[in-house]
């Protein structure tokens, strides 16, 4: 009877059972073991970043956003001075296409009247801000020439020849009027006629402010060519 007790204790079915049963818990122990190193892992990598990563981050994204202000504040101002260049060209062919059409203007009292020298337009340079004076004008005694005293109209009601103050944008100015300052330019009709006080070509050279070497020219020729350089 105990012979057999004994035999049962050693039956092969139990002792594969009993090993199932250890390598099952060697596989557990081991999978915690393994759940235990990687939340040893996430915590050391969780705590964040540290002052001198924060700094240098900061520094960098400072470093950066100043060199774009930087590069948008010169594009500005060159497109600034791009768009000064293009409208003073557009007021001086203005100046001739009020000639050719013989536009009238209207003094304080509502007298009307055809300038007989026709339209120009007068530029001087100055050593001070603003920098630079440009007038529209009428050539109302036929001179080639813009006159500030009143000369317009007839007794006693004459008014100034002056038309328009001329503004470029905020940081350009005139740098220099070619071939000398003041510069005028007028258009007599019906052609027009043109003349350029002091020469046959007149240059204008516009430039910024805050960089003197950044410029734009304006050159007009007697024949009624206006171009941007």
């Known amino acids: 009877m105990n012979s057999q007790r004994d035999k049962s204790l050693f039956h092969p079915s139990l002792h594969s059972g009993s090993q199932r049963a250890i390598r099952l818990f060697s596989t557990l122990r081991c999978r915690s073991g393994n759940r235990g190193v990687f939340r040893n892992f996430f915590k050391k990598n969780s705590k964040g970043f540290t002052l001198i990563e924060l700094l240098v981050v900061t520094v960098i994204i400072t470093i950066l956003t100043a060199a774009i202000l930087v590069n948008y504040r010169n594009s500005e101002q060159q497109f600034a001075l791009q768009r000064s260049a293009h409208k003073l060209a557009q007021d001086i062919r203005r100046a001739g296409e009020m000639a050719m059409s013989a536009k009238e203007i209207t003094g304080p009292t509502g007298e009307k009247v055809i300038p007989s020298g026709g339209y120009g337009i007068y530029l001087r340079s100055l050593p001070n801000p603003p920098y630079y004076e440009i007038i529209i004008f009428a050539d109302c005694n036929d001179n080639q020439q813009f006159i500030s005293g009143n000369v317009c109209g007839t007794p006693p009601n004459r008014f100034s020849e002056s038309l328009e103050d001329v503004?470029?944008?905020?940081?350009?100015?005139?740098?220099n009027l070619s071939p000398n300052s003041p510069l005028q330019i007028t258009f007599k009709p019906p052609s027009p006629k043109i003349s350029i006080q002091g020469g046959d070509t007149a240059e204008i050279t516009l430039a910024l402010e805050a960089?003197?070497?950044?410029?734009?020219?304006?050159?007009?020729?007697?024949?009624?060519?206006?171009?941007v350089e």
């Open 211 to 227: 960089d003197p070497t950044k410029t734009k020219k304006i050159k007009v020729n007697a024949v009624g060519l206006i171009e």
């Open 167 to 175: 503004k470029l944008e905020s940081g350009v100015k005139i740098s």
